[in-house]
């Protein structure tokens, strides 16, 4: 059956960026490494959700320092969002070593081990933590948690009583509750508890999705979908959702509704066989034969070992009459499993139907057999019970005393629609506020983001722009370095470990050739790219403008340094003073900080008036400030450059909505998916 999510919120890390200290580059000897430096660099990274460049930092600081606490934390954390729960414990470990009143580093190392099962070993941890703060807020809702996880029920109960007294609008300690109660059986006080959470919260899923189980255990369709469909409406991108929505679907009489919602979850996961299984039952009820025996083709094609799917398709070719298929199909379950007797049957109706008589009462005998002796003594001859639906097998036996299925029981599951136990996160989450612009990610309508400089090619996709750039297509194609230059939509990436660490050579190569005197433009250039695509900033910045004083007509310089300073003041500005996200750059303090950024996107359009990107970047940021008719006036340039710029189509498209010109955004939207923005397609619908 369905299980809902227990996500557990962190605490807020108090993370002071750019602390007023200069920014150095990485050098290969880690004497000379100021680690303190390092570890903010590593911070910043880490808020970006950049997990493995932000090891890299932390790396770098543990060797110039290997008894400093910090490092290992934010390690901690890095690795715990990479869901490295053993190296997270193992960090915090590290880091408590070196400071055990770093009460921090108990709540990560404790929630790792729940991650790990230790449920136990967490206790202890928060316990210490509450050794030295008694009401904080998110160690007494661990501590809850994982003493509902040891079925501790009246410890569990007591400490959220603390938790919610001293917290009343804290909704996901209600939702934790409301689990806590289902599993000790009082649904009454579950529901009121979950209640409250969606009083508290309209956009936290986990009440809803526990309110759907709660009905559909109780057989009330109608009441389960209702709480489906509020789930749905808030992670609609989760194909599993709309799969235990068709079971709810199913089960009320709606036909059509379930296969909707079949169709949609393969739109959005082909590969998810619990929808390509269901969906060939359901073919299979209409008689479509031959499409439910490609789905169930299709699911063995991803799931080799699903002998349920083997099992059922194998009655789908007896009925097609496709007996040397369906033979084939009964005969590998019979080698796996020789004592599940249902399948001797079916093979003797294949033979029956092929004409040998002989072979058909011979299958018929033999599982008449396993039959009678199973009858006669269930211990000494137990049959074989196929594996078929592990989340529903769990069910069967928390619901039976004594853990055994009957034969019944499990021939209807081998029959029988499932659903998808972790339909949106099976383990725990940790949504740790360190992590970059954490609110967005409730956001559904986001702009296409900036262009770029990195030194990785654009991946293919259906969008129509060139992205060419003509003084960077004429710098590449002077081969004055041993790289390309791209121009990317998006934050420049490091890539993967082996890339990362070939940057951050390759930025020691050109630092060593700088200091040597024999720099040139370009190598600044190359550096700072470098620095960019490692989210070191103001580095970057340094080395864009060094660039720029020894030419200053290099248009790409200009490019590559408006993108660092407006990542860096974004980096900045999205940060309060205590450290938490800000949705984005407040209009009237950022007019000031943004001069230098328009003035290089300017001075390139001064360089190249038709480079469209500076004009599409131009447009970006004053979108982020909520200027929408200087962003438009930007999207019109950038399109009166390029009339097939799709991305501007539906930047503009956006501005319009925020300004309240419906009719116009439209239009925009419509020409963007038109031109492959997929996502104009989403809001359109929504628009509609």
């Known amino acids: 059956m369905l299980k809902t999510i227990l996500k557990l919120p962190a605490f807020l890390l108090r993370v002071s960026l750019f602390s007023g200290m200069g920014f150095l580059s990485v050098p290969t000897a880690f004497a000379q490494v100021n680690a303190e430096q390092v570890v903010n660099i590593g911070r910043n990274v880490l808020s970006m959700d950049d997990y493995m460049l932000a090891i890299h930092y932390f790396n770098q600081a543990i060797k110039a320092k290997p008894y400093l606490s910090d490092p290992y934390f934010f390690r901690a954390i890095a690795k715990l969002s990479l869901e490295d729960y053993k190296g997270a414990e193992e960090d915090c470990s590290l880091a408590i070593e070196r400071n055990k009143f770093k009460t921090e580093a108990y709540k990560v190392r404790g929630f790792a081990r729940q991650c790990l099962g230790l449920d136990s070993l967490a206790i202890t941890d928060y316990d210490i933590g509450l050794n030295y703060n008694p009401l904080d807020k998110y160690f007494l809702y661990y501590k809850s948690v994982a003493l509902t996880e040891l079925k501790k029920f009246e410890a569990a109960d007591s400490t959220f009583s603390t938790l919610l007294r001293q917290y009343p609008k804290f909704e996901e300690g209600y939702a934790a509750r409301g689990r806590l109660n289902i599993a000790r059986g009082d649904t009454v006080a579950a529901l009121a508890d979950l209640d409250r959470a969606t009083d508290l919260s309209k956009a936290f899923i986990n009440p809803y999705l526990m309110k759907a189980e709660i009905a559909w255990r109780r057989k009330n369709w109608e009441e389960a979908g209702i709480n489906m469909d509020a789930a749905i409406r808030l992670r609609p991108e989760v194909a599993d959702l709309y799969v235990n929505r068709a079971f709810i679907r199913y089960n009320s009489d709606d036909f059509f509704g379930a296969m909707s919602d079949y169709n949609y979850a393969l739109e959005l996961e082909p590969s998810n066989t619990s929808a390509l299984f269901n969906r060939a039952l359901l073919r299979y009820e209409v008689r479509d034969l031959s499409r439910a025996e490609e789905d169930l083709s299709a699911v063995l094609k991803l799931d080799p070992e699903n002998f349920h799917a083997l099992y059922n398709r194998g009655l789908i070719r007896l009925e097609l009459k496709k007996n040397n298929e369906a033979l084939n199909d009964f005969k590998q379950i019979a080698r796996k499993y020789p004592k599940f007797y249902p399948v001797y049957y079916a093979m003797a109706e294949v033979k029956r139907d092929m004409g040998d008589m002989k072979q058909a009462m011979q299958y018929v005998h033999h599982a008449d057999d396993l039959v009678k002796k199973y009858v006669s003594n269930p211990e000494k001859n137990a049959l074989d019970r196929p594996t078929i639906a592990a989340a529903e097998t769990k069910d069967a036996k928390s619901n039976n005393e004594t853990g055994e299925e009957s034969e019944i029981e499990v021939m209807e599951k081998f029959n029988r ?239 319009y909505l925020r300004a309240g010109n419906k009719a116009q955004a439209f239009s925009d939207l419509s020409k963007a998916g038109e031109l492959g923005v997929l996502s104009s397609y989403n809001i359109l619908k929504r628009m509609k």
């Open 417 to 655: 629609l499932v659903t998808v136990s972790d339909a949106v996160e099976s383990q725990l989450s940790y949504n740790e506020k360190i992590k970059g612009r954490v609110q967005d990610r409730n956001v559904q309508v986001e702009a296409e983001p900036l262009y770029a400089l990195s030194f990785n090619p654009a991946p293919l996709t259906l969008r129509s722009v060139s992205n060419y750039f003509r003084e960077l297509d004429d710098l590449n194609n002077r081969h004055i370095i041993n790289r390309q230059f791209y121009l990317n939509a998006g934050i420049p990436s490091s890539g993967d470990e082996s890339f990362t660490v070939d940057l951050f050579k390759y930025a020691d190569d050109l630092n060593t050739l700088i200091a040597s005197g024999r720099d040139r433009p370009v190598d600044h250039l190359a550096l700072g790219v470098t620095y960019t695509m490692l989210k070191n900033y103001p580095e970057a910045v340094v080395q864009l403008s060094k660039a720029i004083d020894m030419d200053n007509r290099f248009t790409v310089a200009y490019m590559a340094r408006a993108f660092a300073r407006y990542a860096e003041l974004m980096l900045t500005q999205n940060q309060d003073e205590k450290g938490n996200s800000r949705n984005s750059l407040d209009r009237k303090a950022s007019y000031a900080a943004l001069q230098d950024v328009i003035a290089d996107y300017d001075k390139a359009l001064t360089l190249n008036p038709r480079l469209v990107f500076a004009w599409f970047n131009k447009g970006v940021i004053y979108y982020s400030i909520g200027d929408y008719t200087s962003a438009m006036q930007c999207f019109n340039e950038a399109l009166n450059t390029d009339p097939e710029f799709g991305q501007a189509y539906f930047n503009r498209g956006l501005s």
